[in-house]
């Protein structure tokens, strides 16, 4: 399979439901997408700004300073210790390396690529991309002997669900005895709700209690468009194994997959200052408080959603169903269907969406209790 055979993009589907949406004589709530809508951090923006002459190539291992900024947020937020600079890499958005890590580590067709049930289309793309089998399981012990990427979503995106350390250790023995790379797409770690998450760190893939203290085969891929709404940035990295960092530098030096300059210098002072974070969360944290209620009593029943930007939700009818019923009330969300086939009867909200239109959206929900 290549580019050419990739199905259409599924969010087109929802095109007629954002139609009824904007019909309302209110307007549309758009909960549908998860980019962000909160100011970039002035810390950062001025940051950016001071770094604009970028008249020479960015170094596409990103300069030492942001390989040290990356260094030290996984061990001051991660409880990460002992990374160095071999141990990171800055990427250009998570996305494109979600899509292309199979390529870039040599994949094709006999292959197996594993991705959680419920799950961001980009994985299994990236394995169809290249010509592999995408295989979607929550089960270790169910994975296939010709597995050889396993990716783990934690907290995940469509659904919330959290991964504790009992069940990443898990996860990386069984894709060491198939040896496969375990990668640990974390980007919403620093938005937990439900306890204990909501005091607790979310642990790390490369958490010691998780690795024994071994980073063979591990990679976490981390993302700043959510915490520190840099989504137009595109700026994110990944850490773990050595040896496969040092592939997938090779690689993506050949291809030209550098982070702008200007970008690499706001990241380190976005990965410095945890001030913007937890105030961006606490943003979240009050939405959530108003949408969650408001879903419930219009006879939603919220699944997971102990972390992250959504509410996964179901109210026992088909998601297209429910997607009419909102856009209605001139509300838009995801449907369970863009996330895998298992989910046919889930939707996602986003939080991503300001104050006024969230308070909005509980007032119209109201109307279907």
Known sequence: MGVADLADYPWDAVA???????????????????????????????????AT????????????????AIVEWYERRRGVPGLTAANVLPTVGSKELVALLPLLLGLGPGDVV??????????????????????????????????????LNSPGNPDGRVLDVAQLRAAIARARELGAVLASDECYAELGWAAPWDAAPIPSALDPRVTDGSLEGVLSVYSLSKQSNLAGYRAAFLAGDPQIVARLLTARKHLGLMLPAPVQAAMVVALGDD??????????????????????????????????????????????????????????????????????????????????????AAARLAEMS
């Open 16 to 50: 007629p439901y954002a139609e009824r949406a904007r019909a309302h004589p209110d307007g549309i709530v758009d909960l549908s997408v998860g980019s962000p809508v909160d100011a970039t951090p002035p810390v950062v923006a001025d940051a950016l700004r001071a």
């Open 53 to 68: 002459d970028a008249h020479a190539y960015p170094q596409t291992m990103g300069t030492p300073a942001l390989r040290a």
């Open 114 to 151: 594993v991705h959680p049930r419920a799950a961001y289309p980009s994985y299994e793309v990236g394995a169809r991309l290249v010509g592999a089998t995408p295989c979607s399981s929550d089960v270790p012990a169910d994975w296939p002997a010709e597995t050889r990427l396993v990716w």
């Open 275 to 360: 001030a913007h974070v937890a105030e961006q969360k606490e943003r979240y944290r009050a939405r959530r408080a108003l949408l969650k209620p408001a879903l419930e009593g219009a006879g939603f029943r919220i699944d997971a959603s102990e972390a992250g930007l959504y509410l996964w939700a179901t109210e026992g009818r088909d998601a297209w169903e429910s997607l009419g019923r909102l856009a209605d009330l001139g509300i838009l969300a995801g449907p369970g269907h863009f996330y895998g086939s298992h989910f046919p009867q889930h939707i996602r909200l986003s939080l991503t969406a300001p104050d006024e239109r969230i308070a909005a």
